[in-house]
């Protein structure tokens, strides 16, 4: 019998009953429009059931400590495979997380230095700054100190008398303030800026050498000895080194506006105690370790002598190889992983999973080209076909061109979105798909050349990897900003959003998922369409919430129970007395407009657009049409929908606030080509309508739209941050960059498709 997965009536979602069989051992690719049905196969069925069968393995000890996984809504499944999965969402990390941690390194390289570097530290832990014996007693492990910012703290042009000194606690209002000007050591009319040097330096920085200066504090009932101290180590004694969260005269929020923060002198930044900085391994301290980029790390690795280190540094050896073949070799393990862009983050998610020896699993990526360059894409691409050649199966949820294009297998779900997906519309070999959809091609053309008048413009720009770079954004236009990820785009449009108070940011994080979150919620106007069930029958508006007064008292506004089963697998069953709409029969007893509440969130945007008259209702409504989402339900739960319609639902909700400068940050993530034409659609329309449209993105087809573009690059990383082209789109065609050879690549293919 042939090797392959074989799955029977599958109905997760908006599943239509169907039947699949899947090759082993190949690269399968799912592809269609978004909401067509692709994830509830792979992820909701596929990759749940793998889980579920994997726990069931272990005792029900082990499997009270696990993650339960309810069996998915499927007939059989047959010789499925380990799932190894790499979801489209992105990496929740906390600030302490770095690539180090997130690789699994940092305990490793601790240990590697515990055992052979010189002077000896005993523990690997100790090694560590957040262990109480590694930490910098200076910064606590912050690499940061708090410096008092002298330029807030004192207004130079200013006396005394006439409130020099900002700090309220320090200025004449206060004690301090009146004890400064009255002890005889400064001129209180003078300003401080005409202060002779002297008296200036013992006013700041108070005596020099240890000197003692007497300063009388007078008071009506006689003269109190005090000494002068200096304002600046009068504000670090008082204000800054010390616990201030128990003083009611000063919060922690009004001394820090007078610092800011340094590189911290004892550690240079590590968080590490001085000790453990002397610990060292061939001339190497284990800060310095951490600072060095893939290759270089690879190379200390391989330098590393003695049976023991060797041991330990072989097995260290796989993954830095790994983050060097994903494109990620100008990294260090120092990194956050809270500062990596899109296409970083992406690629560090599945060199993370590419660890394991074992074969005949099933790698699951979702959407693996998110983010990245077409340059980019094709290392991933290899990476695949490696995973292939050790007999591993390979399922990839895509829509990239370039991705399709290495596929052994293709299926195809649709033909439409949501209710009108959920079916096969193709699967078979690639060559056996002759009516692949392509974008519009034979009568393409290039948008017209615009002159521009006026533009947004940010100077000087510093930001993480940028090179003090200056641009310019035509207004009433649509501008690309191009380039490999890591180049320095995401710091760029971050520059522009906090320059310009009319600009709208649209960005990569995700929309909070929850079953309780559905669209009429997320877009806000759940809320009026309470009110106005409430003001037709005059009742409470709560009555109208499934988590408030309106919930079934049975299933408490789930729209389902959960028997307790012990260890077993979770059993979710549709409530009999709401029969799965959630909310009470009083609540659905009431109607607007001869409609109930469930009836209202049963209908689509186009539906419910002929219902209310609101404008606040018909405008989000709208909104929701004119991204794509015009055939889901108002109650349908976000935690259901697919990568691309949360990608589309994101523009929606961010929409609804109106201004002149629209920044996008990869807003064609998980949309298939179909969704990217409606999507191009709606900026035209923004620009038209005299608004200026910033676009970062990979996905050509949009680049080809774009009236302006600017490229980052060369490369990523701190070889990045320079500005390798900036003009109009047909000059850009003209040049001879990363980005250009792949954009006429596809102008080619659509004027020959």
Same mark, same amino acid.
């Given at each position: 019998?042939?090797?392959?997965?074989?799955?029977?009536?599958?109905?997760?979602?908006?599943?239509?009953?169907?039947?699949?069989?899947?090759?082993?051992?190949? @690269?399968?690719?799912?592809?269609?429009?978004?909401?067509?049905?692709?994830?509830?196969?792979?992820?909701?069925?596929?990759?749940?059931?793998?889980?579920?069968?994997?726990?069931?393995?272990?005792?029900?000890?082990?499997?009270?400590?696990?993650?339960?996984?309810?069996?998915?809504?499927?007939?059989?499944?047959?010789?499925?495979?380990?799932?190894?999965?790499?979801?489209?969402?992105?990496?929740?990390?906390?600030?302490?997380?770095?690539?180090?941690?997130?690789?699994?390194?940092?305990?490793?390289?601790?240990?590697?230095?515990?055992?052979?570097?010189?002077?000896?530290?005993?523990?690997?832990?100790?090694?560590?700054?957040?262990?109480?014996?590694?930490?910098?007693?200076?910064?606590?492990?912050?690499?940061?100190?708090?410096?008092?910012?002298?330029?807030?703290?004192?207004?130079?042009?200013?006396?005394?008398?006439?409130?020099?000194?900002?700090?309220?606690?320090?200025?004449?209002?206060?004690?301090?303030?009146?004890?400064?000007?009255?002890?005889?050591? #400064?001129?209180?009319?003078?300003?401080?800026?005409?202060?002779?040097?002297?008296?200036?330096?013992?006013?700041?920085?108070?005596?020099?050498?240890?000197?003692?200066?007497?300063?009388?504090?007078?008071?009506?009932?006689?003269?109190?000895?005090?000494?002068?101290?200096?304002?600046?180590?009068?504000?670090?004694?008082?204000?800054?080194?010390?616990?201030?969260?128990?003083?009611?005269?000063?919060?922690?929020?009004?001394?820090?506006?007078?610092?800011?923060?340094?590189?911290?002198?004892?550690?240079?930044?590590?968080?590490?105690?001085?000790?453990?900085?002397?610990?060292?391994?061939?001339? #190497?301290?284990?800060?310095?370790?951490?600072?060095?980029?893939?290759?270089?790390?690879?190379? #200390?690795?391989?330098?590393?002598?003695?049976?023991?280190?060797?041991?330990?540094?072989?097995?260290?050896?796989?993954?830095?190889?790994?983050?060097?073949?994903?494109?990620?070799?100008?990294?260090?393990?120092?990194?956050?992983?809270?500062?990596?862009?899109?296409?970083?983050?992406?690629?560090?998610?599945?060199?993370?999973?590419?660890?394991?020896?074992?074969?005949?699993?099933?790698?699951?990526?979702?959407?693996?080209?998110?983010?990245?360059?077409?340059?980019?894409?094709?290392? @991933?691409?290899?990476?695949?076909?490696?995973?292939?050649?050790?007999?591993?199966?390979?399922?990839?949820?895509?829509?990239?061109?370039?991705?399709?294009?290495?596929?052994?297998?293709?299926?195809?779900?649709?033909?439409?979105?949501?209710?009108?997906?959920?079916?096969?519309?193709?699967?078979?070999?690639?060559?056996?798909?002759?009516?692949?959809?392509?974008?519009?091609?034979?009568?393409?053309?290039?948008?017209?050349?615009?002159?521009?008048?006026?533009?947004?413009?940010?100077?000087?720009?510093?930001?993480?990897?940028?090179?003090?770079?200056?641009?310019?954004?035509?207004?009433?236009?649509?501008?690309?900003?191009?380039?490999?990820?890591?180049?320095?785009?995401?710091?760029?449009?971050?520059?522009?959003?906090?320059?310009?108070?009319?600009?709208?940011?649209?960005?990569?994080?995700?929309?909070?998922?929850?079953?309780?979150?559905?669209?009429?919620?997320?877009?806000?106007?759940?809320?009026?369409?309470?009110?106005?069930?409430?003001?037709?029958?005059?009742?409470?508006?709560?009555?109208?919430?499934?988590?408030?007064?309106?919930?079934?008292?049975?299933?408490?506004?789930?729209?389902?129970?959960?028997?307790?089963?012990?260890?077993?697998?979770?059993?979710?069953?549709?409530?009999?007395?709401?029969?799965?709409?959630?909310?009470?029969?009083?609540?659905?007893?009431?109607?607007?407009?001869?409609?109930?509440?469930?009836?209202?969130?049963?209908?689509?945007?186009?539906?419910?657009?002929?219902?209310?008259?609101?404008?606040?209702?018909?405008?989000?409504?709208?909104?929701?049409?004119?991204?794509?989402?015009?055939?889901?339900?108002?109650?349908?739960?976000?935690?259901?929908?697919?990568?691309?319609?949360?990608?589309?639902?994101?523009?929606?909700?961010?929409?609804?606030?109106?201004?002149?400068?629209?920044?996008?940050?990869?807003?064609?993530?998980?949309?298939?080509?179909?969704?990217?034409?409606?999507?191009?659609?709606?900026?035209?329309?923004?620009?038209?309508?005299?608004?200026?449209?910033?676009?970062?993105?990979?996905?050509?087809?949009?680049?080809?739209?774009?009236?302006?573009?600017?490229?980052?690059?060369?490369?990523?990383?701190?070889?990045?941050?320079?500005?390798?082209?900036?003009?109009?789109?047909?000059? #850009?065609?003209?040049?001879?960059?990363?980005?250009?050879?792949?954009?006429?690549?596809?102008?080619?293919?659509?004027?020959?498709?």
């Amino acid at each position: 019998m042939k090797d392959e997965i074989r799955l029977y009536g599958m109905r997760e979602n908006n599943l239509k009953n169907i039947d699949m069989t899947l090759p082993k051992n190949e @690269i399968v690719v799912f592809t269609g429009l978004s909401g067509s049905g692709k994830s509830s196969v792979v992820f909701d069925t596929i990759a749940k059931e793998s889980k579920r069968q994997l726990t069931k393995d272990f005792s029900s000890y082990e499997r009270r400590h696990m993650t339960l996984y309810r069996r998915p809504d499927v007939d059989k499944i047959e010789n499925l495979s380990t799932a190894v999965v790499v979801r489209q969402r992105a990496i929740h990390s906390s600030s302490r997380s770095d690539i180090a941690s997130y690789m699994d390194i940092g305990p490793m390289m601790r240990l590697l230095f515990s055992r052979i570097a010189e002077p000896k530290i005993q523990e690997a832990s100790d090694l560590s700054k957040y262990s109480r014996y590694g930490t910098c007693p200076t910064c606590d492990g912050n690499g940061l100190e708090i410096e008092v910012d002298l330029g807030k703290l004192v207004d130079f042009d200013k006396s005394l008398r006439d409130y020099a000194v900002q700090f309220a606690p320090l200025s004449p209002s206060q004690w301090q303030g009146r004890w400064m000007m009255t002890c005889g050591l #400064f001129d209180p009319d003078l300003p401080i800026k005409d202060y002779p040097k002297e008296d200036y330096d013992l006013f700041i920085y108070g005596p020099a050498d240890g000197g003692v200066v007497l300063a009388p504090f007078h008071t009506k009932n006689g003269d109190h000895k005090s000494w002068w101290d200096g304002l600046i180590p009068r504000f670090e004694r008082l204000y800054v080194k010390r616990d201030i969260s128990n003083l009611k005269s000063v919060s922690k929020e009004d001394v820090l506006a007078f610092c800011h923060y340094a590189r911290c002198g004892t550690c240079k930044g590590t968080g590490l105690h001085p000790k453990v900085l002397e610990s060292k391994i061939n001339g #190497f301290n284990i800060a310095d370790i951490y600072n060095l980029e893939m290759e270089e790390l690879l190379e #200390f690795l391989e330098s590393v002598e003695g049976d023991y280190g060797k041991t330990l540094a072989r097995q260290m050896i796989p993954t830095v190889k790994q983050l060097m073949a994903m494109g990620l070799g100008y990294l260090n393990l120092n990194r956050q992983v809270s500062t990596l862009s899109g296409g970083e983050a992406q690629r560090l998610k599945i060199a993370s999973k590419l660890g394991s020896t074992l074969n005949n699993l099933c790698y699951i990526f979702d959407e693996p080209s998110a983010g990245l360059h077409p340059e980019e894409v094709k290392k @991933i691409g290899t990476i695949f076909k490696a995973l292939r050649d050790r007999h591993n199966t390979v399922l990839i949820v895509e829509h990239d061109d370039q991705i399709i294009d290495m596929a052994d297998w293709i299926v195809e779900m649709g033909p439409g979105s949501g209710r009108h997906g959920g079916e096969i519309v193709f699967q078979g070999k690639p060559e056996a798909l002759e009516d692949r959809e392509k974008r519009s091609g034979g009568d393409f053309e290039l948008p017209e050349e615009k002159s521009f008048e006026g533009f947004y413009e940010v100077s000087h720009v510093k930001k993480n990897n940028l090179k003090n770079i200056s641009v310019k954004i035509p207004k009433n236009s649509l501008t690309g900003i191009c380039g490999v990820s890591g180049s320095g785009k995401s710091s760029l449009i971050d520059a522009i959003y906090e320059r310009y108070d009319q600009a709208i940011m649209i960005d990569q994080k995700e929309i909070g998922q929850s079953r309780r979150s559905n669209l009429a919620t997320y877009m806000g106007i759940m809320d009026k369409i309470r009110s106005l069930f409430a003001k037709e029958n005059k009742v409470d508006k709560g009555l109208f919430s499934f988590n408030s007064k309106g919930a079934c008292p049975t299933c408490k506004g789930k729209g389902f129970v959960e028997p307790d089963v012990a260890y077993s697998d979770p059993v979710k069953i549709i409530c009999e007395d709401c029969g799965g709409e959630r909310y009470s029969k009083e609540a659905r007893s009431y109607t607007y407009s001869g409609h109930s509440i469930v009836d209202v969130l049963h209908m689509t945007a186009e539906e419910a657009k002929d219902l209310f008259d609101d404008d606040m209702i018909r405008k989000r409504l709208s909104l929701l049409e004119e991204v794509g989402l015009s055939y889901l339900s108002l109650g349908q739960a976000t935690s259901t929908l697919s990568g691309g319609e949360l990608q589309r639902l994101k523009l929606a909700h961010r929409l609804r606030r109106r201004g002149e400068l629209y920044i996008f940050d990869e807003p064609t993530r998980g949309l298939h080509t179909a969704d990217v034409q409606n999507f191009l659609a709606l900026l035209q329309n923004l620009v038209e309508n005299e608004n200026t449209v910033v676009v970062i993105e990979h996905d050509m087809e949009v680049l080809l739209h774009a009236d302006y573009i600017l490229e980052l690059g060369p490369v990523a990383g701190k070889e990045g941050g320079n500005i390798i082209f900036e003009g109009s789109l047909r000059d #850009f065609l003209n040049e001879d960059t990363k980005t250009s050879y792949y954009l006429k690549k596809a102008l080619n293919a659509k004027k020959d498709g």
